[in-house]
């Protein structure tokens, strides 16, 4: 996905995710205003170094736990020439990016972009860096800046055996012309950047110092405890204050908008226990009658030919092949909805002052967040600030400014006071931003030959576009619904066929969609790769031979997927009693498969997953240790979705509130995970925190088929009766 | 007004009766490393100690550890040295998001106590932690580090 705005000198337009709708703002830079002084020498908008040659390199993009942090610090690092054990980071806020004509570019982490859409930008900020600290030293000695050479933050004039460091000469480099021709490393020699270094975050992730939004403290803060109308669309009839207004610690309740009501109280105990005992009257509206049944319904609708669909990826003449066909085979596929659930729920801290507002929050792209912040204050953007600090996880869901404009419009109501605005888990699991639900009919046809003349894929489902970003929706058609479909590009199919067909029948119920880390791919993925194994069979060929014979002229995909083939052992016999699967995708331009070796118990209904290898080509690697962790956890989150992972809707609101009933995978669950990264140095570069998600799932369909000759088509597992041994 | 010892320290805290020694801890005592994920004792991401068991705080109530000796991964750390599993985790570089990771730290310590070389079953029995970014293989890699047993 690319969702790169454009941008002119004058303005830029953020897309930020409002509940139930997409909103962009214009915005009108306030040039001039000056970005807060800092006691050390700023050499350019992604270095400072301060006297005692710390180095603090400045993040735009996120950490949410991916590691993008530490690789965007490798890569400026890695031009800076600096010594990087004195690397520090921070984040730059959204305020100053734009009183700054946007000096640090995109601040939105999803789709797995960090790294792979600023590399070039930020190593060119790290390279420019160096050659003003190099020209600075060379104009104090007086000799050319081409004499010196630089390591680890310290320059040297071999001719003259003088040397110096970038702490001593960084006043003087920030007042050097900045250079305009930057040349970079090739990747070859790079010495800090591919390396598989630690994570710059780590230490106070293990002693309880780091702080996540629900740990932010401001002096004389109030905790806000919200309920949003648990039916999608409906709203806030009334609710009776006097009986909870003198309960302890409560200090005002009050409506956020149209469907919400908040509890401000001393603490989150006391607001919460307040928001539990206050009677709140709601208007459920029409969506009360909608439930997985009706959803279901209207989405198999969407699966028949004469309904119209917007076609994603098309060649040869499918209707003669299917027409024509010795035999066809024919399946249809479901998927749930899903919560992103990420360990830290919701929240966000806002101060409104009357003429500024300012946010503390852990967000996925502090300028929609900034964005949501101005909308929903009234205030211009040289009033406004976002503070972003670490999420308790995103995936996704921490993209959307829902819960921003909530704690904005709590604050705005209680001027002076900061408001920490908190959500319960369930709440979070109620008013989630759902992986969107989907159906798939496809159809393989053969001829007399036994080869594959023809694959059909009609999906049905919702548009995460349409909700999210309508933008970015071309002539009503959602792009992104055909990602690792698309006949080209950062998302590719990975098969040819002679005819070809690939739509999509938009149905977009009430339910709030959004980017579910690896989005549509995960999907996606199952009904092709599933549906290959189907045609394998039917074809009487082996899973891994009838691929190979449709991916002559797709080398990438060939490439992973020969290479967990090789390493499963795919050519020789599983052990007795093991059964394996292989699969293969693209998404976020990374070509990804998986293999898995597999036994079942217990007449079927229990899996044991004996290995995973996964391999992974993203074309270059920052990291290779955070990659390999990305992978690792990328079987978590995708086997959690595949074998627990479903929300349910009835009376037009989410059934599930809890990990009770909304379960994630443990460690006595966790197979070891092989991973194999294997760049191979394509541009434009592809992402690591979502991709391999999607070959988590198909991989142990095709080996459960493989141990029982039972195809599962719809989802969640636990649905089947089937579980983790 | 309680009175709870946490990581050696006595705090007067002003709670009722039904409220979770979790929020006792993080918003009357101030330390916020231990972290609310579910409510329920579902998650793990709460779990202190109580004279030294691992325990879901959310689930306990604060008039319940009256008089008894609260840790939280502040207090984990002794005189400035770091406890072998946070070091452990360091070295694998174990936490993404790192919010589930106080909690993991906290079961993790008390699980080497009562079994100081776990085996892989073991740890699958003890540790039930929820962590949503996966770090499983870096946790199950790192208590084996820490118990000095790279089973």
Partial sequence: MNFIPKLDRRSFVVGTAAAGGGLALGLTLPFGNALAQTASPEVNAWVVIKPDETVVIRIARSEMGQGTLTGLAQLVAEELECDWSKVTTEYPTPGQSVARKRAWGDFSTGGSRGIRESHEYVRKGGAAARMMLVQAAADQWKVPASECTVSKGVISHGASSRSTTYGKVADAAAKVTPPTDIKLKDPKDWTIAGKPLKRLDTVEKTNGQMIYGIDVKLPNMLIAAIKDCPVFGGKLKSYDEAKVAGMKGVKKVLRVNDSTVAVVADTYWHAKTALDALPIVWDDGENVKVSSETIAAWLKEGLADDQPAFVGNQNGDIKDAIAKASRTVEAVYAYPYQNHAPMEPMNATALFTGDRCEVWTGTQNGEAAFAGVLAESGLTPDKCDVHKVMLGGGFGRRGMTDYVRQAVAIAKQMPGTPIKMMWSREEDMLHGKFHPVTQCRMVGSFDDKNNLTGFRMRLSGQSILASVLPARMENGKDPVAFQGLNPRGEAAFGYSVPNLLIDHSMRNPPVPPGFWRGVNVNHNAIYVECFMDELAKSAGMDALEFRRKLMADKPKHLGVLNAVAEKIGWSTPAPQGVYRGLCHHMGFGSYVAGAVEISVLDDGKKIKIHRIVAATDPGYAVNPAQIERQVAGSFVYGLSALFFGECTVKGGRMEQENFDTYDSMRIAQMPKVEAILMPTGHTPWGGVGEPTICVAAPAVLNAYFNATGKRIRTFPLKNHGIGFA | ?151
């Fill in chain 2, 1 to 151: 007004m309680i009175r709870l010892n946490i990581n050696g320290k006595d705090y007067e805290v002003d709670v009722e009766n039904d409220t979770p020694l979790l929020w006792a801890i993080r918003e009357n005592a101030g330390l916020t490393g231990t972290k609310y994920g579910c409510g329920i004792a579902q998650c793990g991401a709460c779990t202190v100690h109580v004279d030294g068991e691992a325990v879901r705080s959310c689930g306990m109530q604060a008039s319940d550890a009256v008089g008894k000796k609260i840790t939280t991964v502040e207090g984990l750390a002794v005189n400035g040295t770091m406890h072998r599993v946070q070091k452990a985790w360091i070295e694998h570089d174990v936490p993404q998001c790192g919010y589930c990771q106080s909690g993991m730290i906290m079961a993790v310590a008390a699980l080497l106590k009562d079994k100081p070389k776990p085996t892989d079953q073991e740890i699958d029995e003890a540790i039930t932690n929820i962590c949503r970014c996966g770090t499983f293989q870096q946790v199950r890699a790192a208590i084996h580090t820490a118990a000095g047993s790279n089973a």
